[in-house]
């Protein structure tokens, strides 16, 4: 009511109070569909469609298959046009539980295998800029980094244009932002419910090895935060009380424990990691109806018999790695190590001017010292 009497004695209209904040949240979708224009605007606009390698020969006529027989209103569990018989749901790659190949139901089949494939490279900028926001950093910063992983080599390879890998590692940044708002904002049950969807989310896509590094990646840095960044708000309100009560210990048994954190201190410096944690497990959970079933079906493959060796045949030598990092044309098998340049070079500045900050503090006299 006083805003709007302050509006009109000031003789003008004042700009609705939330149009900057509108603007700002539309900011980040705004850049992720316009990138995502300059890079597959040439496909969209000759008709072309994305669709080859694995998703082509194997996960396309398959999931196919699996939504023509939830369109006729039969269980996708056996398809009998393959071989003497082929398992659907237990192939985990095929995601049948994972929301974004659920346009297969409305959709051509070719449609809804190429919008699986494009949603990472919208999803992703917008998910990583949420996460950089979360932790801090400014809207350029933050659309930059979206556009850093959205495009980089571990995306924009040969092998991850199949849509398993991108699908798999789009969720990454939303498992982060869980980690980080459980940090600054020191709540439980918001992160933990963000961060549960997003990797049940990065599971139901169903690829082994991307759903595993989303959770080493995000149980790291969640260990990280946890270890090496304070809590926001270890000042204020809560460190008078501190004092107080250590001005009030007299005794030397009071004076020994006068540095020990309480426990609730303890957990809001451990809460990053319990959440990351507690995330993985729930949402593994909640996929357990897929990947138990896949489990079945690879002791009974041929792949349980295969070596290790077998297994990392293709894989980069220190010398190739470099060469894919350098050059982004050069692709060694289906995967590259290529990242934008800009982004290295950034990243290394902020580096450097850590170990600057760190090193003038170190150096800085302390309180009571000449």
């Known amino acids: 009511m006083k805003n709007g009497l302050k509006r009109r004695r000031s003789g003008f209209r004042l700009p609705a109070p939330d149009s900057r904040s509108r603007v700002n ?15 597959f605007g040439w496909a969209l606009l000759s008709g072309k469609y994305l669709v080859g390698g694995d998703v082509f020969f194997y996960t396309y006529p398959l999931r196919s298959v699996a939504w023509d027989a939830i369109r006729a209103g039969r269980l996708p569990l056996w398809t009998p046009h393959v071989l003497s018989g082929y398992p659907l749901l237990s192939m985990s790659q095929l995601a049948l539980g994972y929301p974004v190949t659920w346009g297969h139901l409305v959709l051509p089949h070719h449609l809804a295998e190429q919008l ?16 950089a926001r979360e932790a801090g950093r400014s809207r350029l910063a933050s659309a930059l980094a979206g556009l850093t992983f959205a495009y980089g080599g571990l995306m924009t390879n040969g092998f991850g244009m199949n849509g398993l890998t991108t699908n798999a590692v789009a969720w990454l940044p939303l498992l982060l932002a869980a980690a980080e708002r ?19 989310l990065s599971v139901l896509n169903g690829y082994g090895l991307g759903f595993l590094y989303v959770a080493l990646v995000a149980l790291a840095y969640a260990l990280f935060l946890s270890l090496f960044v304070r809590p926001p708000a270890a000042d204020g309100a809560e460190a008078a009380v501190s004092e107080a009560d250590d001005s009030k210990a007299g005794d030397s048994e009071h004076g020994a424990r006068r540095g020990s954190p309480s426990w609730r201190a303890r957990w809001d410096r451990f809460r990053p990691f319990a959440v990351a944690a507690a995330s993985v497990a729930l949402g593994a959970g909640v996929a357990a109806f897929q990947i138990l079933e896949t489990m079945r079906a690879a002791r009974r493959s ?9 297994f990392i045949e293709g894989s980069f030598t220190p010398a190739a790695a470099v060469r894919s990092f350098l050059a982004p044309p050069y692709h060694f098998i289906e995967v590259t190590a290529n990242v934008s340049a800009l982004a290295f070079l950034l990243a290394l500045c902020a580096v450097v001017a850590w170990l600057a900050g760190r090193a003038a503090e170190t150096a800085r006299p302390r309180d009571g010292q000449p």
């Open 25 to 39: 949240r539309l900011f980040a979708p705004f850049v992720s569909a316009l990138s995502f224009v300059a890079v």
């Open 116 to 131: 699986y494939i494009y949603a990472p490279f919208l999803l992703t900028p917008a998910f990583t800029y949420f996460f």
């Open 182 to 200: 459980a940090l600054r904002r020191k709540t439980t049950a918001a992160p933990l419910l963000l961060g549960a969807c997003a990797y049940a």
């Open 302 to 310: 041929i792949r349980s018999k295969l070596t290790y060796d077998f």
